[in-house]
């Protein structure tokens, strides 16, 4: 048996369950740590449903070791310390993953900080690298900068040689983000970014925006965008419905796109998968890219993040931390 955390009345609960068994293209993780996430709290509050097939079990990302693998798995092997993007299924202390969405644990890291990887360098790689295609000596615009997305747009658009201006909503949450190398942040709570955004670019706009925010950002976003701009949605916590001019979409070039990845097939994700370990697990490993971690709590203690997460002052990843003695 093991322990998982199960949803209940919109609380986390500690409940047994029995170790689960790989299927053919499987490994089962013994969980040493494993990363929160925003769509833990909103899957928590009746808000984002599992996708079909997937974990009732909250959670989207692991460090450990592999203890089992599947008939089909070739090229992982029980003993294996690994990262991996899952589904469901992360706060235990076992968890199911697809081998192809593992990787290794980078050069020296802990579990706590490899399990701070997955969720936030596959999102944040699909959407300003292949959807957005973020290209050297453009700017990017990234909303919630202190953020673990943001933590990681930062790093990884700057090591691409892109200039990254970034919103945030403390002037020490600004200060974080100049000192993972944003060229400029603009505290939201008391600077509009609209008017920062064009002053700091001489009326240019920048190239791409990395949003979460949604709702009246976006006909803001428009405001600030250069010709030919990308803008990519990646969350809506300022919610669903906005009103739009189209005209400077149409006039100025815009591409308004977005993306979630959870319900995406395991191929697509693998792909991504592979551009990481090729194009960033090296940085990691050199030390050129590291996570940022806010705090770690043991897997009880997971309403107790969730509420930290939901309270929004935390800067970067927030790490459950489980223990098997």
Not at 2 to 19: A, G, H, N
């Amino acid at each position: 048996m093991m322990r998982v955390l199960e949803i209940k009345q919109q609380k986390l609960v500690v409940t047994q369950r029995e170790v689960p068994s790989p299927l053919a293209y499987q490994v089962v993780i013994k969980v040493y740590a494993a990363g929160v996430n925003r769509p833990d709290v909103l899957q928590r509050q009746g808000l984002y449903p599992p996708p079909e097939g997937a974990s009732d079990i909250p959670g989207l990302e692991v460090a450990g070791i592999i203890i089992a693998v599947g008939q089909a798995v070739t090229h992982w092997q029980c003993g294996a310390t690994v990262c991996a993007l899952v589904t469901g299924g992360a706060y235990a202390d076992y968890c199911l993953a697809s081998a192809v969405l593992c990787l290794p644990m980078p050069t020296g890291f802990t579990f706590v900080q490899a399990a701070a990887l997955p969720e936030t360098f596959f999102t944040v790689w699909s959407n300003l690298i292949d959807r957005a295609r973020l290209a050297a000596n453009e700017t990017l615009l990234v909303h919630g900068g202190s953020s673990g997305i943001g933590t990681t747009a930062i790093q990884l658009a700057t090591a691409r040689g892109v200039k990254v201006l970034v919103t945030a909503g403390s002037e020490q949450k600004c200060q974080a983000c100049l000192a993972l190398g944003a060229t400029a942040a603009i505290n939201y709570r008391t600077h509009d970014f609209v008017t920062e955004v064009n002053r700091l670019t001489a009326g240019q706009g920048v190239d791409v925006i990395l949003d979460m925010v949604g709702g009246d950002y976006l006909p803001r976003n428009l405001k600030c965008m250069a010709f030919d701009a990308r803008l990519v949605l990646i969350a809506l916590q300022s919610g669903t419905k906005a009103e739009l001019n189209l005209l400077p979409v149409m006039l100025r070039r815009y591409t308004l796109t977005g993306s979630t990845l959870r319900g995406r097939s395991d191929d697509f994700k693998a792909q991504i998968a592979q551009h990481l370990y090729q194009q960033v697990w090296p940085l990691l490993s050199s030390g050129r890219l590291r996570p940022i971690i806010y705090t770690t709590l043991p897997l009880t203690a997971a309403q107790q993040a969730h509420e930290l997460m939901e309270s929004g002052v935390h800067i970067g990843k927030i790490i459950l931390e489980i223990d098997h003695d």
